[in-house]
T-cell receptor, first 111, second 112 residues
Framework: NAGVTQTPKFRILKIGQSMTLQCTQD?????MYWYRQDPGMGLKLIYY???????DKGEVPNGYNVSRSTTEDFPLRLELAAPSQTSVYFC??????????FGEGSWLTVV | DQQVKQNSPSLSVQEGRISILNCDYT??????FLWYKKYPAEGPTFLIS?????DKNEDGRFTVFLNKSAKHLSLHIVPSQPGDSAVYFC???????????FGPGTSLSVIP
């Protein structure tokens, strides 16, 4: 069972570089989310989507962009990477908007 | 302002005893609450949930209690096992929300 798949698993970026974290789900869920987890800080919502073509900001959207052209895919774009964006990123999806299912995570270091 | 709080960053319990993890919330609009478990280097996994129309939900060794008047919920694990050692996140959502808000987590260590 694939569920929510994120790539890459690990990445090192230099300050000012850009990259896209890919996320795809095969459960036909309408809701998709991007969270980041900083040590001791829990999971903070970056962006979310309630369906293809619809996205909205979460708690910490600055420095990120998203798009949702299909139900399956929800890529997260980092523009002009900064050290403050060093974190673990989790993509998630949900059928109902409450119980959500996470991917394995992407570890990003900005140096 | 943190809407979901877990005031104990860590908890240690002997194997076989009860683990009690606590969570408080501030937003009275929340009507659905969840607990997630996270092992290192893995994504969080859904554990158990409770709707605001209930005050208790049980699934095997895991029971969640909800006290709406106190805006407090707790997760009980009985008996605790070493494999339960993980970080536990409390989360909340509302029918009017499209998102789930997480607390900072509590790291549980079950000592053999």
């Amino acid at each position: 069972n694939a569920g929510v798949t994120q790539t890459p698993k690990f990445r090192i970026l230099k300050i000012g570089q850009s990259m896209t974290l890919q996320c795809t789900q095969d459960m036909n869920h309408n809701y998709m989310y991007w969270y980041r987890q900083d040590p001791g800080m829990g999971l903070k919502l970056i962006y979310y989507s309630v369906g293809a073509g619809i996205t909205d900001k979460g708690e910490v959207p600055n420095g990120y962009n998203v798009s949702r052209s299909t139900t399956e895919d929800f890529p997260l774009r980092l523009e002009l990477a900064a050290p403050s964006q060093t974190s673990v990123y989790f993509c998630a999806s949900s059928a109902t908007g409450n119980t959500i299912y996470f991917g394995e995570g992407s570890w990003l270091t900005v140096v | 302002d943190q809407q979901v709080k877990q005031n104990s960053p860590s908890l240690s319990v002997q194997e076989g005893r009860i683990s009690i993890l606590n969570c408080d919330y501030t937003n009275s609009m929340f009507d659905y609450f969840l607990w997630y478990k996270k092992y290192p280097a893995e994504g969080p996994t859904f554990l158990i949930s409770i709707s605001s129309i209930k005050d208790k939900n049980e699934d095997g060794r895991f029971t969640v209690f909800l006290n709406k008047s106190a805006k407090h919920l707790s997760l009980h694990i009985v008996p605790s096992q070493p494999g339960d050692s993980a970080v536990y996140f409390c989360a909340a959502s509302a029918a009017s929300y499209d998102k789930v808000i997480f607390g900072p987590g509590t790291s549980l260590s079950v000592i053999p």
